[in-house]
């Protein structure tokens, strides 16, 4: 009987090293919370992370000092995911950073570089800039419904809103 148990070990522990090697997934709430109400945290089908955030988001709007402001006219604000990595443009510079999931919906975006030219047009862009940076550094979560990515604070406000690029035929 002891003999069956030992020369079953290598089976279990391989057994346990295969299902311990699962990618990570994430999710996406069902409904997207307005600005005034508190998201409840509705979980979807989970989805591999590039099935949907793998793709370039335009900012819409920002909270600035507690509103939901538009981004400025001619300007392009854009986040961009991959597989441990995101990028984009801040309006002026590019920029990149780290993120991690850490549950089904927490996000934290960490490690933000950004190139360093100043943009005097138009006037400003590097204050929306600098409030864009400063907001993603802030992310907490974020939640994807209809072709919209809404990043959030710890407090569950919506800093960040981006529009999906829309496929042009």
């Keep these: 009987m002891s ?5 079953h070990i ?15 997934t994430e999710t996406v709430l069902t409904s997207l919370p307005s600005a005034t109400e508190q998201p409840d945290v509705v979980i979807a089908q989970p989805v591999y992370l590039t099935d949907k955030l793998d ?9 600035d000092q507690g509103r939901q402001k538009k981004t400025m006219p001619n300007t392009q604000t854009t986040i961009q995911f991959s597989t441990d990595r995101l990028s984009g443009s801040a309006g002026c510079n590019r920029y990149f ?3 991690q999931l850490k549950n089904r919906y927490d ?19 590097m204050q929306q800039e600098h409030t864009y940076l400063k907001l ?14 809404t990043l959030y604070n710890e407090d569950k406000v919506p800093l960040l809103i981006f529009q999906q690029q829309k496929n042009e035929e």
């Design 3 to 7: 003999n069956f148990i030992f020369n």
């Design 10 to 24: 290598p089976i279990w522990l391989l057994i346990c090293m295969i299902l311990g090697c699962r990618q990570p």
């Design 55 to 63: 793709q370039e988001w335009f900012l819409l709007s920002f909270n």
């Design 97 to 99: 950073a780290g993120y």
């Design 107 to 125: 996000l934290s975006i960490e490690r933000i570089g950004t190139t360093k030219m100043a943009c005097p047009d138009p006037i400003g862009i």
């Design 136 to 149: 993603l550094s802030q992310t907490k979560a974020y939640y994807i419904r209809e072709g919209q990515l």
